[in-house]
């Protein structure tokens, strides 16, 4: 495939907007750089609505453009091609790909699968949703190398070729529905990793989630299974056979448990050996942002998860934990059912602290479940909660929301979080 000559618009200047224009006008490409917002870059246009009636060859949303934004809608009912720079990097991506999506954990499984294929010294790189750009990938790719690969559902959307030798969905819980309005469009780009494979191919799926169990009928790969029921006294079950002890797994929770499952699968069809996994699981390291330990003072835990910008990684987050919780939830809404977070903050927290634009909204769906302090900003947040607490209680973010309210990103709300923390002088 050649894209010399052709005209080029990549829209969303981010990561993956500036991988892609930057790929295509290594192909010979004449690309159009545009953004929402003004960017200091040689042929950029500011992106407006009848920016998409010009006679492109090809346009090139990033994950964070919506999919049904108008001009794009006229571009595609006049023949011109749109896709994502997932299924850009298609053609040009060497070597077998593992696709990891789903709600929750794809992020720890994907970093956990490089872990393991590193430690067994399996040639791999990581990239997708979790640092570089599939496309970036594309140049540095070689035939006898696995790509590990995180994949949104955003970066799903516009699959259609793109090809997963193994795909695994962890879960699919209510999640992004700004975005896809109904869980059936967000399950359905979810399924497109699964839509190309082969019969040659791998599925790993969970057996507990129904949004899972139906992609099986999708895909012609042969499946493997994985679910709570794996785990049995204490123990770890894979492919049939016992892992691990749970107890031995650093990362906490029974949900990184089932992480592990998925990342044993997918290492034994890489040719890992069993030792090989159990060794590299026990060395394994808290991806930063995903219930990592950030410190104890005055015998006060703090817990960073960031990352848990959805109310079913809200929910894990708090399964990981006993009572005596200072649980910060918050920032910008997605669309969310908060009410099904009363149970379990009734039964582990002795407070919940809102901050952000969901505030409102949060406090109408946990009234009478736990006490609620509207603390508005994260400072204010960890400050108050630090006050009340006693030894032996853990403060933990996790947000069950978006970060783009009051931060940049997830990572930018994370580090603010720690670098709270570590002002805190301690309790007299």
Known sequence: MSFAGA????????????????FLSGQGAAVTPSDLKPQNLPGFRLQTDNLFDEPWDL?????????????????????????????????????????????????????????????????NQVGGNIGKPVISLTGTSRDNQW??????????????????????????TQNHLDRHYTMEQYAAAKANLFRTQSKDDFAILDTDNEWCRSFAGFTPAMKNWFGAGDIREGQIWVDGEVLMPMADVPVPGAHNAENVMAAASVALIAGV???????????????????????????????????????????????????????????????????????????????????GAAAEKIASHLEGAV????????????????????????ILLAPACASYDQFQSFEHRGREFKEIVRRLQPNS
């Not at 005209?7 to 930057?22: I, W």
């Not at 850009?88 to 720890?108: D, Y």
């Not at 499984?109 to 294929?117: D, E, F, K, M, R």
């Not at 559902?153 to 259609?160: A, D, H, I, K």
Request: hydrophobic share 45%; net charge neutral.
């Open 59 to 123: 346009i090139v949303p990033s994950p964070g453009v919506p999919l049904d934004l108008q001009g794009l809608q006229r571009a595609r009912s006049r023949g011109i091609r749109v896709i994502g720079e997932v299924e850009l990097a298609a053609p040009f991506l060497k070597g077998p790909i593992i696709g990891i999506t789903g709600s929750n954990g794809k992020t720890t499984t994907t970093s956990l699968v490089g872990h393991i294929l590193d430690l067994a010294y399996v040639p």
């Open 273 to 355: 050996s069993r030792d090989r996994i159990v060794d590299a699981v026990r060395t394994f390291k808290a991806v930063e942002h995903r219930l990592e330990f950030v410190t104890e003072k005055s015998g006060v835990r703090f817990f960073n998860d960031s990352k848990a910008t959805s109310v079913d990684a809200a929910i894990k987050a708090l399964d990981s934990f006993g009572h005596g919780l200072w649980v910060i939830l918050g920032g910008k809404d997605k669309g969310s059912d908060y009410t099904v977070l009363r149970d379990r903050l009734h039964a582990r927290a002795k407070a919940a602290l809102l901050i």
């Open 371 to 394: 006490p609620l302090i509207q603390a508005g900003t994260l400072e204010t947040a960890v400050v108050t909660a630090y006050a009340q607490a006693e030894p032996g209680d853990t």
């Open 7 to 22: 005209k080029a618009l990549v829209l969303g200047m981010e990561k993956s907007g500036h991988a892609a224009a930057e």
């Open 147 to 172: 790509n590990v690969l995180e994949l949104s559902s955003f970066q799903l959307e516009t699959v259609s070729t793109f090809h997963a030798r193994v795909a695994v969905c962890l879960n699919v």
